[in-house]
């Protein structure tokens, strides 16, 4: 079992930017998958992005192509999402998760995911 921890989180105005952060301990896999996930109260958690091992693949979900981008650092098994143009809709607790790819069947499913850490707050103000 990997552990998850995510840092970076805060309150910022609307247009203004967040880099987030999650560094993976334990055990990792030749192919598994990161992603940060986000969950607003009354929503459910949504997906965001994510990022593959070794491949380096990338996928964003539609609301936050072209503001977010998703990376890694493979030495660390740290990912960062960066986030400009930040809006209020935005504003939601973001948690990074981690699975072996093989075992999974959708990119963009929480439920696919066996790992999780436990969020950080993004608060953005209009």
């Known amino acids: 079992q990997v552990q998850l921890a995510e840092s970076g989180g805060g309150l910022v105005q609307a247009g203004g930017s967040l880099s987030l952060s999650c560094a993976a301990s334990g055990r990792t896999f030749s192919g598994y998958r990161m992603a940060w996930f986000r969950q607003a109260p009354g929503k459910e958690r949504e997906f965001v992005a994510a990022?593959?091992?070794?491949?380096?693949?990338?996928r964003y979900a539609d609301s936050v192509k072209g503001r977010f981008t998703i990376s890694r650092d493979s030495a660390k098994n740290t990912v960062n999402l960066q986030m400009n143009n930040l809006k209020p809709e935005d504003t939601a607790v973001y948690y990074c998760a981690a699975a072996i790819i093989a075992t999974m069947t959708s990119v963009i499913d929480p439920h696919d995911y066996g790992s999780w850490g436990q969020g950080t707050p993004v608060t953005v103000s209009s």
């Open positions: 990022i593959t091992w070794p491949s380096g693949m990338t």
